[in-house]
């Protein structure tokens, strides 16, 4: 017998012990058009929204967009939507599967419906996730496209929410919109400031990309197939400031879990720096040692202790959040969770785009205050050895980044040529800012520590660096 698919008619195949959506979509339009369907917004925002539709609000279905690939879209669609969720943490495991994606729709093949659904009468959110490198004139054509649309048939403004790993996310956002329109769109200018809000936001659950080891625990737990089968951890945290069109919406956020506040900066500011920055230099030291998951670097006990040092020393004393250590503590656990098979080399995943915001403030902050940046210094050599693309057991490995080419040039002669190889990569201002990559000091330690990695190995060079009274 073939197997059955997770699909709305088979929802009541699912074994009672995994919660699963008992409200309806059809009657209902969706009320959030959310950009960049990916693992993260499926098991983050789309589960809060699956609160409120399990409470009874009708208003929060979504309109999920894949950005480019129709691949996942079409699997979602076969399953109506419905994708399993498997929760797991210090106190077990748990499987979910929320229903609030309701409609798809892929932006590159289906222009026009994201358009319309922009544009339509139910919509009152647009919420993003399309990854620190999605900030382009492109994205902020198709919003403008689709608020021209809205504009002209009459319909009131959007809370447009975007909820990627950039500080002061709602701004940027606002920003390469207004620098994208164009002198016609004065008009849809002035009623966009005037009538939509552009919430920051901070959000944080660690959800690895799909995998198939997920998908046949989750045939095992559903009794039936699913493509679309994720896994997460209990922790989530959305941190969202208060300005929406509709400021009910603060209530019914609040109500579910999620933190509407006036100061989103000091949650923004921690989590990029201790979580992001940490994932980083471990999704690189895994990447270079051949550590294939971050469960695996944190394990290792010289590694943790560096993150935790990295943490405390170098991060915290620039952070206006006053529980860190708390957060840092929290953080070192959520690493371990040993449900989350979360790939070093999906972390690695597009580093030019992603260091700018992790690394560079925590050092600068050190320097302001004459203090030692040594652990950021090792960090930023291990991205240099990292674009050697090659592991220390020999095995070679793809940079995945849109700035592979040029990264991969710049280092590819870091062993023979070190000097000018290391010069070139840390004059890179897109990468360290304006200040750092002039800085003669940060070059030198970071040469330094270049120096180290190559001659005694990863690990050997991080257990060094943490006996150093920095
Ligand atoms: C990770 C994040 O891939 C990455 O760059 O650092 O996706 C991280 O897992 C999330 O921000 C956690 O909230």
Avoid at 28 to 52: K, S, W, Y
Avoid at 73 to 100: H, T
Avoid at 110 to 137: F, S
């Amino acid at each position: 017998m073939a197997e059955l698919k997770l699909s709305r008619a088979t929802l009541s195949h699912i074994p009672k012990s995994v919660h699963t959506p008992a409200y309806s979509s059809s009657t209902h339009q969706p009320g959030v058009v959310h950009l960049g369907l990916g693992a993260f917004h499926r098991a983050h925002q789309a589960m809060v929204f699956d609160q409120l539709l399990r409470d009874g609000d009708m208003r929060w279905g979504i309109h999920g967009v894949g950005m480019t690939q129709p691949t996942l879209v079409n699997k979602l669609r076969a399953q109506d939507g419905l994708y399993a969720v498997r929760i797991a943490g210090a106190g077990g495991l748990e499987w979910q599967v929320p229903g609030a994606l309701w409609q798809t729709s892929v932006a590159t093949t289906e222009r026009q419906n994201v358009l319309n659904a922009i544009a339509a009468n139910n919509t009152r959110w647009i919420t993003l996730t399309v990854t620190e490198k999605g900030y382009t004139p492109a994205l902020a054509q198709l919003l403008i496209e689709g608020l021209r649309l809205r504009h002209a048939t009459g319909e009131s403004g959007l809370t447009i929410a975007s909820c990627d790993n950039l500080q002061g996310n709602g701004h940027k956002l606002k920003a390469i919109i207004h620098a994208t329109a164009s002198s016609q769109d004065v008009g849809l200018m002035k009623w966009m400031d005037a009538h939509c809000a552009f919430p920051c936001s901070m959000v944080d659950r660690i959800v690895p990309a799909a995998t198939v080891e997920v998908a046949s625990a989750a045939k095992v737990a559903l009794g039936l197939q699913d493509e679309c089968a994720l896994s997460t951890e209990t922790f989530w945290e959305w941190v969202i400031e208060d300005n929406f069109v509709d400021p009910g919406d603060a209530a019914l956020l609040t109500k579910c879990g999620v933190r509407v506040t006036g100061d989103v900066h000091s949650y923004e500011e921690a989590k990029l720096r201790m979580l992001n920055g940490s994932h980083s230099a471990m999704a690189l030291m895994g990447a270079i040692s051949g550590r294939a998951y971050i469960a695996d670097c944190i394990g290792a006990d010289h590694i943790r202790e560096f993150v935790a040092r990295l943490m405390t020393r170098e991060v915290a004393p620039h952070l206006s959040r006053t529980d860190w250590a708390d957060y840092r503590d929290a953080l070192v656990q959520r690493f371990g969770n040993p449900y989350l098979k979360h790939s070093v080399h999906q972390i690695a995943t597009d580093s030019s785009q992603k260091i700018p915001q992790r690394w560079p403030p925590s050092v600068q902050g050190q320097i302001a205050k004459g203090t030692s940046f040594e652990l950021h210094a090792l960090s930023a050599a291990i991205f240099l050895r990292y674009t050697l693309a090659l592991d220390e057991q020999g095995h070679a490995y793809k940079l995945n980044d849109p700035e592979a080419e040029s990264l991969m040039a710049l280092g590819a002669h870091q062993v023979t040529e070190p000097e000018a190889s290391i010069k070139a990569l840390l004059a890179r201002q897109d990468l360290w800012g304006a200040e750092l990559s002039q800085n003669t000091e940060w070059a030198h330690r970071v040469a330094y520590w270049h120096h180290q990695l190559i001659y005694q190995g990863l690990d050997a060079t991080v257990k060094f660096a943490i006996t150093l009274e920095t």
